[in-house]
């Protein structure tokens, strides 16, 4: 069974950064595109960036897009999300979530994914 556990959410000031974790056990992670989702209370879960195996492909939300950076190492089963510049806006809850290799990654932020995270929180103060 897949677990994926993110780590690195917290409380930082508008501007700052954070850099969240996902970490995958119980199967090949490189055999999984990933993703990183959000969600604020009463609102629908989004897309924010995806990558594939390779990192070949990295698109993003454009809500995000030139500061934050989505990255994995498939050495260490672990993917990043790495982020700058930090809006109020962009507290949420985040997931990260792991699709199939097959899948395209055109349809990631449509599609539910195989697995998902338990989530972390993310709070910017202004």
């Known amino acids: 069974q897949v677990q994926l556990v993110e780590s690195g959410g917290g409380l930082v000031q508008a501007g700052g950064s954070l850099r969240l974790s996902c970490a995958m056990s119980?199967?090949?992670?490189?055999?999984?595109?990933m993703a990183w989702f959000r969600q604020a209370p009463g609102k629908e879960r989004e897309f924010v960036a995806a990558?594939?195996?390779?990192?070949?492909?990295?698109p993003y939300a454009d809500s995000v897009k030139g500061r934050f950076t989505i990255s994995r190492d498939n050495a260490k089963n672990t993917m990043y999300l790495q982020m700058n510049s930090l809006k109020p806006e962009d507290s949420d809850v985040y997931y990260c979530?792991?699709?199939?290799?097959?899948?395209?990654?055109?349809?990631?932020?449509?599609?539910?994914?195989?697995?998902w995270g338990q989530g972390t929180q993310v709070t910017v103060s202004s």
């Open positions: 119980g199967r090949t992670f490189s055999r999984y595109a």
């Open positions: 990558a594939t195996w390779s990192e070949g492909i990295t």
């Open positions: 979530a792991a699709y199939q290799a097959y899948t395209s990654i055109q349809n990631i932020p449509y599609q539910k994914p195989d697995y």
